[in-house]
T-cell receptor, first 112, second 108 residues
């Protein structure tokens, strides 16, 4: 158990809808990262937060947004969903800097 | 531009055979590299990092700055090594960028 908790495990929704994925980092970790894993794109870095502030941005669509709350949990909001958004979304956390990432089990999103 | 390249999508070996999973990187600074592993239906886990210079589950990886490589090696593959392996580079700004991954299949 990595200590990183992601909910829900699975999510099935229709195109055009909006969903929220939730992540609780390991106790003591200040950084939260979001990744999207799909068959054709591999593991893509979306965004990173550190202690509530956005620190780095990757290939995140404008339809997607995220935030990290004072209690350090994070939410990834995906809106106007398209079929191509179907993927496994991973959250990871680390203490900071070059510390190794600890991944959650992921949320599998299926857009129909 | 691809910063981390894993040229093989699939590597299939027999049990007991040596394994080498290739990883090449492109980075202007001093690289910090990692190998992560994802077993079937499980989360990604850190396997090893180059600064630790350790051997985990019999795997080793040496950073070769001249060849800009960080290949993952194991002298004798086991069936339980079958998994997806990702090479990752920590870029400036604390962004961890992953390669496309290589599926290792160890056949009995």
């Amino acid at each position: 158990d990595s200590g990183v908790t992601q909910t829900p495990k699975h999510l099935i929704t229709a195109t055009g809808q909006r969903v929220t994925l939730r992540c609780s980092p390991r106790s003591g970790d200040l950084s939260v990262y979001w990744y999207q894993q799909s068959l054709d794109q591999g593991l893509q870095f979306l965004i990173q937060y550190y202690n509530g502030e956005e620190r780095a941005k990757g290939n995140i669509l404008e339809r997607f947004s995220a935030q990290q709350f004072p209690d350090l949990h994070s939410e990834l909001n995906l809106s106007s969903l398209e079929l191509g958004d179907s993927a496994l979304y991973f959250c990871a956390s680390s203490v900071e800097g070059n510390s190794p990432l600890h991944f959650g089990n992921g949320t599998r999103l299926t857009v129909t | 531009a691809q910063r981390v390249t894993q040229p093989e999508k699939l590597l299939s070996v027999f049990k007991g055979a040596p394994v080498e999973l290739k990883c090449n990187y492109s980075y202007s600074g001093s690289p910090e590299l990692f190998w992560y592993v994802q077993y079937s239906r499980q989360r990604l886990q850190l396997l090893l990092r180059h600064i630790s210079r350790e051997s985990i589950k019999g795997f080793t990886a040496d950073l070769n700055k001249g060849e800009t490589s960080f290949h993952l090696k194991k002298p004798f593959a086991q069936e339980e090594d079958s998994a997806m392996y990702y090479c990752a580079l920590l870029e400036y700004g604390n962004k961890l960028v992953f390669g496309a991954g290589t599926i290792l299949r160890v056949k009995s």
